[in-house]
């Protein structure tokens, strides 16, 4: 862990919540962000330590990220760090894809001239970052983008179910976005996505998320098998 970067994992102390479950949140949040990296093994002993914690609450968010599919567990070796298969992501991208549209055509319906606003104040705000090449600004001003989007679909149910699956794929998002002309082209997709919206055309919008995602997919599949042919070499 020591090799992985500096800084600690912070916890976000709530009197409300259970040690273990912030503890859990903490970890789960790490991941996501790619902090810890796939196939990094995850020592009880040392994440204590860094939570300033004791060892059951660590093991039982191990436990508790197994069953979400975050973390893997190795006979005799340990609990790992685990990544994705290209054909998990695939899968992912699969049904992610599906909910993305339907979001789209419900936002045509319901979303809000605020939201509306705040989608296009994005949409300037990733072309800025783009201009001076802040990736890390780009996914998070993406992140909040699909935010306002699910959010103006005015359905509950639906933004857990795509939050979840989001997570799942989140800590690719940088591998996906620095793909030569990704950015640029991610830009212009929600541009579409946008009009569309603005037009109150749920057809178009959902067209405009199928073709986003499908663009996301192939620009992130395309980034990992080239970064598996480069560590064949």
């Known amino acids: 862990m020591d090799e992985r970067n500096e800084q600690a994992i912070r916890l976000k102390l709530d009197n409300y919540k259970p040690l273990r479950e912030i503890v859990f949140e903490g970890l789960r949040e790490a991941i996501i962000s790619g902090r810890l990296a796939p196939g990094e093994r995850l020592m009880e002993t040392q994440l204590a330590e860094e939570m300033g914690v004791s060892r059951t609450p660590v093991r039982e968010a191990i436990r508790k990220l197994e069953l979400?599919?975050?973390?893997?567990m190795m006979p005799r070796k340990g609990?790992?760090?685990?990544g994705l298969s290209l054909k998990e992501i695939s899968d992912v991208f699969e049904i992610r894809g599906a909910l993305e549209e339907l979001?789209?055509?419900l936002a045509a319906e319901r979303i809000t001239d605020e939201e509306l606003e705040e989608l296009e104040a994005l949409l300037l705000e990733i072309g800025r970052r783009m201009e001076k090449n802040?990736?890390?600004a780009v996914v998070k001003a993406d992140v909040e983008f699909h935010d306002v989007l699910f959010r103006g679909a005015?359905?509950?149910r639906l933004s857990q179910m795509v939050s979840y699956l989001r997570e799942q794929i989140h800590r690719y998002r940088t591998t996906s976005l620095s793909y030569p002309g990704r950015m640029k082209k991610a830009l212009e997709e929600h541009r579409k996505i946008v009009q569309a919206l603005s037009q109150r055309d749920p057809d178009l919008a959902r067209q405009a998320a199928r073709e986003h995602m499908d663009s996301a997919e192939?620009?992130?599949m395309d980034a990992m098998k080239k970064e598996i042919k480069d560590r064949g070499k």
Do not use: I, Q
């Open 103 to 105: 979001a789209a055509e």
């Open 154 to 156: 005015r359905n509950t």
């Open 218 to 220: 192939k620009s992130l």
């Open 79 to 82: 609990a790992y760090v685990a």
């Open 68 to 72: 979400e599919g975050f973390v893997v």
């Open 134 to 136: 802040d990736l890390d």
